[in-house]
Structure formats: structure tokens, C-alpha cells
């Protein structure tokens, strides 16, 4: 197939590529500047510069490249676009991903259905955001949670992306926490400098997924015109109090602190506490099952552990 790979140059796209790339498919992958080009053509595809959150420009792209299937990795969280995390002010750090999920699945639609290309597959998001209620782990079938206030906007961009793109007939893939090659470097550090505690009892439950297997994932979706939501997740959804400890372990660093909700909540505000205490992770049994998805990395013990030899 051909294939249009918006935000190709970014930390998943980076691994998708290429594995796309190696099944024959012929691949166009999109940069925000000129920078990124040289990448993604050691990647093996046609690099172009795109503004996502610029309607005409996605048009352009799209036509040009008068791709089979598109697939939506468009997001904006790396420090140099996001800056320095903050937790406390989710919506504002987020602030551009948000458009990017809703302006920018908009116009992806939009180019999609002018250049007749009739499969769309999405970047969604499945870590810990699962409805807090009922049990830890979660399927499709269950809700994703509002999030506390400072976090309205980002759960419904992602709400949106997800009506829309499946209404369209697309599939959706909720990765889970992404973790690999450059994913997790800024979470490391501060587990090194011991400036990641355990909130409470570190009871909350989260979802992580290998950059790699992730890729395949979405390879998968597009070859098989897959439709619907799908958790890409491992097999392992944990609490926090047991994967911070060892990924602290795995990057030799000291055992996390422990600081209370209250304190918490005072520094880095609710939507941290509410993934450290609250957070509900996801099953993969549908990927699984539905698009003959396997594992590399079923476990973040085996991953945590080879990522940071």
C-alpha cells in the first residue's frame, strides 16, 4: 500500500516506519520543519513538511502523496514542542496535542475523504485513563475517564478523535504508557534524581507498551483494514507501586520516596495523583484476538530491564 504516516518523525513514528518500510509498503511520512527530513528518509520514506494544525497544508500533503490508508500519529509531546512537564496544568502542557487530536483528525478526515483514501488509523490513548470505577483493568466496551478539571479538554480531544475517526470507519489504537528508544528518558532522569515519588499507596493501575510493538500493532490495523477501538497494551497491567520501584532498580537509582495525597495534590497537582492512586490500566485481549497482534515485550519487566542494560 501506500501509505501517509502523519508525524513520521516522532518517537513511535520513528519505529513505525521502518516496519512498514520492510512489509513493501510504499511510505510518505510527515515533519513539522525541514529538520526531520534526512531522518525520515534514512527511514525509507518520502519525507514532507506539515502543519497539522493548518487545513490547506494537510490537504496539500495528502493529495501529493495519493495515499492507500493514512495513519494519524500527530502529537506534540516531546519537551521540544511541550516544554518541561507539568502535571498540575495538564490541559495548558497538553495544549497543542489537544488540537492535534481534534483541529488535526479533522483535517486528516477532511484531506482523506477529498484524496478518496477509505482507511484512517489514529493515535488514541490507554495508560491509566480507564472510567475510576469498578475494576482495575478495563476493555473497549468500558468509557475512558473525564479526569479531574484540569484535564477536561484532553479527555474530550480524546473523545472526539475516537467518535470520529471510528464513524469514519477507522481504527483507533489506545497505546498504553510507550516506552523504548527515547520514550521515557525524561521519566528515567527524574526516577535518578529521585524526584518521582510513589503517591500513597501507589494503588493506581497502568498500561505500558513497547514502541515496538505498538508499531506492529498499527501495521497490522492498516493491512487489515481494522475498525473500532483496540487497547494496545501489554499483558501486564500494574500498579505503580510495583513497575516505579523496579523501573527505578532497572535505571540503578535509589527506591522512590513516598509522599502523601495531600502533598502531592499541593505539587503536582490532581490529575498526578489520580494516576498514581486511582488509575485503571487496560486489557489487550481484543488486539490480541481480533488482529492476530504478538508481543516482543509482553511484560515492562522484560522491556524496563533490556531498555536500560
Not at 102 to 126: M, N, P, Y
Request: with cysteine; proline share 5%; aromatic share 8%.
Amino acid at each position: 500500500m501506500r501509505v501517509f504516516v502523519a508525524g513520521g518523525s516522532g518517537a513511535l513514528g520513528r519505529r513505525l516506519v521502518p516496519q512498514l518500510v520492510a512489509r513493501g509498503h510504499q511510505v510518505t511520512a510527515t515533519a513539522t520543519g525541514p529538520a526531520k527530513l534526512s531522518l525520515l528518509e534514512q527511514l525509507g520514506a518520502d519525507g514532507v513538511v506539515m502543519d497539522g494544525l493548518d487545513a490547506v497544508s494537510v490537504g496539500e500533503a495528502v493529495a501529493a502523496a495519493r495515499p492507500d490508508a493514512i495513519v494519524h500519529q500527530m502529537t506534540a509531546l516531546s519537551a521540544a514542542h511541550a516544554g518541561k512537564p507539568d502535571l498540575k496544568h495538564p490541559d495548558r502542557f497538553f495544549a497543542t496535542t489537544i488540537r492535534l487530536r481534534s483541529e488535526g483528525t479533522d483535517h486528516l478526515l477532511a484531506a482523506a475523504e477529498a484524496a478518496g483514501v477509505s482507511h484512517v488509523v489514529a493515535q488514541g490513548f490507554g495508560a491509566f485513563n480507564g472510567l475510576r470505577e469498578g475494576g482495575w483493568v478495563k476493555t473497549e466496551e468500558d468509557p475512558l475517564d473525564p479526569g479531574p478539571a484540569s484535564a477536561r479538554k484532553g479527555a474530550e480531544a480524546l473523545g472526539h478523535l475516537e467518535d470520529v475517526v471510528v464513524r469514519a470507519g477507522g481504527a483507533v489504537l489506545r497505546y498504553g504508557g510507550l516506552y523504548g528508544p527515547g520514550a521515557i528518558d525524561d521519566w528515567v532522569e527524574l526516577v535518578r534524581k529521585r524526584m518521582f515519588p510513589l503517591v500513597g499507596g501507589g494503588t493506581g493501575y497502568f498500561s505500558w507498551v513497547h514502541l515496538d510493538d505498538a508499531a506492529g500493532a498499527t501495521v497490522l490495523a492498516l493491512e487489515q483494514q481494522a475498525a473500532g477501538v483496540f487497547n494496545i497494551v501489554d499483558d501486564e497491567p500494574a500498579p505503580v507501586s510495583r513497575w516505579l520501584p523496579y523501573l527505578a532498580e532497572c535505571a540503578g537509582a535509589k527506591r522512590p520516596r513516598r509522599l502523601p495525597k495531600w502533598v502531592a495534590r499541593l505539587l503536582a497537582g490532581e490529575m498526578a495523583v489520580i494516576m498514581m492512586t486511582e488509575g485503571r490500566g487496560f486489557s489487550n485481549a481484543k488486539a490480541k484476538r481480533e488482529l492476530g497482534w504478538e508481543l516482543r515485550y509482553p511484560s515492562w519487566q522484560q522491556g524496563f530491564k533490556e531498555e536500560l542494560a
